[in-house]
């Protein structure tokens, strides 16, 4: 059974930065492409940004240029450094492995003040 466990949100002011991690385990993580999404309060949630086993990146255009997701294949962590935080990135923030996924972590939470 695949977990994936998030960490490292919490309160920023606009502008500032925070690095979230996702700590992986029942899964093949150096072959599986690997995502970020987010779940803004009152909206559904989506994808922000991926990372494939080859380590090529993808971002939703409102976070290109801010946001970096990268991953170590020998801890099985996934990461998301994301700088130049504005409050429309304020939300829960979750991993997984699959676009389509049906289940998901905890999640964290980022709330960026203005």
């Known amino acids: 059974q695949v977990h994936l466990v998030e960490s490292g949100g919490g309160l920023v002011q606009a502008g500032g930065s925070l690095r979230l991690s996702c700590r992986v385990s029942g899964l093949n993580f150096r072959l599986s492409a690997m995502h970020w999404f987010r779940q803004a309060p009152g909206k559904q949630r989506e994808l922000v940004a991926s990372?494939?086993?080859?380590?090529?990146?993808e971002y939703v255009d409102s976070v290109n240029g801010r946001f970096f997701i990268s991953r170590n294949n020998v801890q099985m962590m996934l990461f998301l450094q994301m700088n130049a935080l504005n409050t429309e990135d304020t939300g829960v923030y979750y991993c997984n492995y699959l676009r389509d996924a049906t289940r998901w972590g905890r999640g964290t939470q980022v709330t960026v003040s203005s």
């Open positions: 990372i494939s086993s080859g380590g090529s990146t």
